[in-house]
């Protein structure tokens, strides 16, 4: 039998992405974007969607990432072996760059709901003895090499994973873009489309409109991925012509967001306040708002998840019943919250050598190491931090990567290694490397405090501190992205205010509020946090988690 053919009958909606944390060992991830991928995939399983998934199979991952002495980001390829975990599917087909063919063979990895639901994920490989030696990386770095790599690797996900669809005979409806790497896509339906006369060819936007969904992530211009003429004339030589994917696509440069906002008939930012921003950027396009969540299961310490099961046997299907969690006892939660603490603590300890306290208040700061998520914001007045915590004392986590060629990312981590040197004796501080799925999820429920300090508007949505929330972990974060519909100030965490955009009024922020309100609630009124953990759960988790999320998608976006 055909591997594809138990979901030949119930495939209608293809969704593309360039990442996708589908599981923990399986490094086709870089940050935020995969994870989502990841946890539509689980919520899809579980609410049995008739959903296949496409994605690159970055045989060297994004990277692993170490610290040398100095505390500077050492990148190493972190090679996986997709035969371990997926079957090499016996279909081929071919795309043509810089007038070769290129040959796409997929892994068919299986993701498998509780309850046995399957949703085939398709990784794109080009490593085949067939391909020019050059050709056989495409797919290797996930977000590795330049603009002409990125450019193949869009063109073997966009335009060859569609191709694939075909000659696996899954007759799709709905496509699905998460975020523009796949929009090329959009151009070889436009070309499918097209009947052809005697003159020139006449395309069908409207059919292409009518199939296509696309989620935009980026609130910046510079955000998006733009490729010159010039390089899209010397890549993709017999593809539709050169004015029609102008006339799409954007005049001087080809925008895969513009691309995709003209040939998409559903639009959506991941979060209300990123939708008003991308409707801002780019006039006369409607841009829905479908706000992000989390898949409720994957990111639930085991000790949460028995608590929530024993009241609540469906919880994870039905997320919405956490509502209830007001009923529980506080002293239930909190001994959930210890163990997760503990849990976190020995990680701690095997990963970086550091013993942390476990009666002391942790902050966690986990996230993308880049200039618009300010990872040194917390740390710009060393001397008030110190004073902080010399009447309430507290502990920080950090972790995350930079991507290999953001100098500014790379120079935080660097910073925040000499600042946590700096701080020993009053403040402990450590860095975990390598931020992967496990470290996340260790960090989400075992923090007390989950900080966030992005410079609005630029964080779409956010998703860690949503995990955080299905944990009892209360957030404490500058207003933006989800968290602008989440917060509840001093119900279900605390916002940070933020006169104007001037980074010293918002540290003093931060600080105002880790020091007056955050930490003496800690250690004055135990009483007040374990509620306000219960609230935290109650009014976040049971809304901003991924079966949510897709219930909107297959009712607003695919069943249009
Ligand atoms: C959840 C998650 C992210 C995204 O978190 P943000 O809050 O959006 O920054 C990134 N990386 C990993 C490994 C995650 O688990």
Redesign the pocket.
Known sequence: MNLITPFQNRTRIAYFSMEIAIHPEIPTCA??LG?LAGDTARSCADLELPVVFVSLVSRAGYFRQRFDPEGRQVEEPDTWDPASWCTPMDAMIAVRIEQRLVWIRPWLYVHSSDHGHMIPVLLLDTDLPQNAPEDRTITHFLYGGDETYRLKQEIVLGIGGLRLLRALGLTVETHHLNEGHAALLLLELLDRSATRGDGKPQYDTAYVRSCCVFTTHTPVESGHDRFSYELVQRLLTDFIPLDIIKQFGGNDQLNMTRLALNLAGFVNGVARRHAETTAHLFPGYPIHAITNGVHPQTWTHPAFAELYSRRFPHWRHEPEQLVRVLQFSEDDLWRCHEAAKQNLIEEIERRVGKTLSSSVPIIGFA??MTGYKRPTLLFQDLARLATIAERCSFQVVVAGKAHPRDAEGKAAIEAIHAIARQLEGKVSCVFLPN???RI?KALVSGCDIWLNTPLPPLEAS????M?AALNGVLNLSILDGWWIEACIEGVTGWGIDRPGDDEHEHAQALYRKLSDVVLPLYYDEPGQWRRMMKQSIAHIASYFNSQRMMRRYASEAYLR
């Open positions: 940050g935020g994870v996230r993308r931020y992967d799925m996340a956010g998703t860690s501190g995990k």
